[in-house]
T-cell receptor
């Protein structure tokens, strides 16, 4: 079993839909990152969370430390949101990032 | 936000040659830099961790003589793929960690470079 699990693996949506991507982890963490990787390959850091909730534009990220779970929400999705979204946790023990396998999102007009 | 650059973004080379990839933090000093490798449709794999002025720490299975890392300053780290072979063809991504000196780990954050795609013929 992977230490960081994401669901779903693939997601398609119509423009305007509300999207949720989930991340569960099994290790002790210092922080959790949500990353976005476009087809060209470059990675953008969307959020870093250690507790609670953060919002940036149409993106919202939440984390529940007790349940070892985080969600990334996209409101009013748009085709330009199409990308791979990666959850990565900073392991408290090793001080290294552990990556989920990513969620491939496609938003159609 | 903080920016990390990589150069070159694309490189094609012949088998047996060496390739150097630069990673720079443009508007902050990075306490630590990381080098990752990513194969198609797979997640990032940590290759090594480097701190300025000290030797890099390599992950198990990564050949330190093949992947030379030099962390010359707080804003520059280089990865040299020596005697490259076709199996070294991959997407290489660097990342830089920043934070408050003496601060708590959760106050630091990590920024990623745009990646370098290496094709060895």
């Amino acid at each position: 079993k992977n230490e960081v699990e994401q669901s779903p693996q693939n997601l398609t949506a119509q423009e305007g839909e509300f999207i949720t991507i989930n991340c569960s982890y099994s290790v002790g963490i210092s922080a959790l990152h949500w990353l976005q990787q476009h087809p060209g390959g470059g990675i953008v850091s969307l959020f870093m969370l250690s507790s609670g909730k953060k919002k940036h534009g149409r993106l919202i990220a939440t984390i529940n430390i007790q349940e070892k779970h985080s969600s990334l929400h996209i409101t009013a999705s748009h085709p330009r949101d199409s990308a791979v979204y990666i959850c990565a946790v900073l392991s408290y023990n090793t001080d290294k990032l552990i990556f989920g396998t990513g969620t491939r999102l496609q938003v159609f007009p | 936000g903080a920016v990390v650059s990589q150069h070159p973004s694309w490189v094609i080379c012949k088998s047996g040659t060496s390739v150097k990839i630069e990673c720079r933090s443009l508007d902050f000093q990075a306490t630590t830099m990381f080098w990752y490798r990513q194969f198609p449709k797979q997640s990032l794999m940590l290759m090594a961790t480097s701190n300025e002025g000290s030797k890099a720490t390599y992950e198990q299975g990564v050949e330190k003589d093949k992947f030379l890392i030099n962390h010359a300053s707080l804003t520059l780290s280089t990865l040299t793929v020596t005697s490259a072979h076709p199996e070294d063809s991959s997407f290489y991504i660097c990342s830089a960690r920043t934070g408050l000196a003496g601060g708590l780990r959760y106050q630091e954050t990590q920024y990623f470079g745009p990646g370098t795609r290496l094709l060895v013929l």
